[in-house]
């Protein structure tokens, strides 16, 4: 693995405070979700920051040297060194675990978090025992994606940060606004699970919005109306 990998982001200028999008596993900046986001924070005249993890998307590396260890500290770069002043993480997926752990790290910096079908600790429950003893044993996993003509890959350097980042334990101790975005057709994350870390977040403000005929991607525009609704709540 190259640690001097660059990492390609996208930065919108305007008003704070300055999100960031933070996508999900497998996937880039230039999904539906970050660049709707984008063009609404351009019409609004408001600060916004898209990214790619290293080994994802513009970003050097390849996919299967990093880890969700790795893609944390991405993000945290990210919010250290590009968004200026206070900062709205929004997280997809993979994205909205991430989004957790970097507001656990940065809680001077991070003002509210949106998680859009949020899946933390998903190396947990996201596989069956058999995918389990497969990454155990021969180090990688590939399964079909219902998103891609390719295979999903996963490592067993990822399966195994994602154990030692799990968050779903306990109290999540964070004391900012948050709003989760969840489809109760989500065949990935089940929606209990939003309801779940809505209970886990020790914030009072934290609020759970399920989407009875929303899936996983949460892409139409219906769904990206809420999702930018979400995102104005706590701006």
């Not at 609404?40 to 390849?62: P, T």
């Not at 990210?78 to 997280?91: E, F, M, R, S």
């Not at 020790?202 to 989407?211: F, I, R």
Request: proline share 6%; glycine share 8%; aromatic share 8%.
């Amino acid at each position: 693995m190259t640690d001097d990998a660059r990492i390609a982001f996208r930065v919108t200028e305007g008003e704070g405070p300055t999100i960031v999008f933070l996508p999900g596993y497998a996937s880039d900046m230039s999904g539906t979700k970050a660049l709707a986001l984008e063009a609404w924070a351009k019409a609004q005249g408001r600060a916004f920051v898209r990214f790619d993890y290293r080994g994802c998307g513009e970003s050097e590396g390849a996919f299967e040297d990093y880890t969700l260890a790795d893609w944390r500290d991405d993000a945290l770069l990210v919010v250290d060194q590009v968004a200026k002043g206070p900062v709205v993480l929004v997280g997809s997926s993979m994205g909205g675990w991430i989004a957790l752990l970097v507001a656990k790290a940065r809680p001077d910096r991070i003002a509210a978090l949106v998680g859009i079908a949020p899946a933390p600790d998903f190396t947990d429950w996201g596989f069956s025992q058999a995918d389990k003893m497969t990454l155990l044993s021969e180090g990688r996993l590939e399964k079909p994606s219902p998103y891609s003509p390719h295979p999903t890959v996963t490592t067993r350097a990822f399966w195994t940060a994602g154990e030692a980042n799990r968050l779903m334990h306990g109290p999540i101790p964070l004391k900012l606004p948050v709003r989760i975005v969840q489809g109760m057709r989500d065949p990935d994350v089940p929606w209990e699970r939003a309801a779940r870390l809505a209970q886990l977040i020790e914030s009072d403000d934290v609020q759970c919005w399920l989407v009875k005929d929303g899936d996983h991607r949460l892409s139409r525009d219906q769904d990206i109306a809420m999702i930018v609704r979400a995102v104005e709540a706590v701006v």
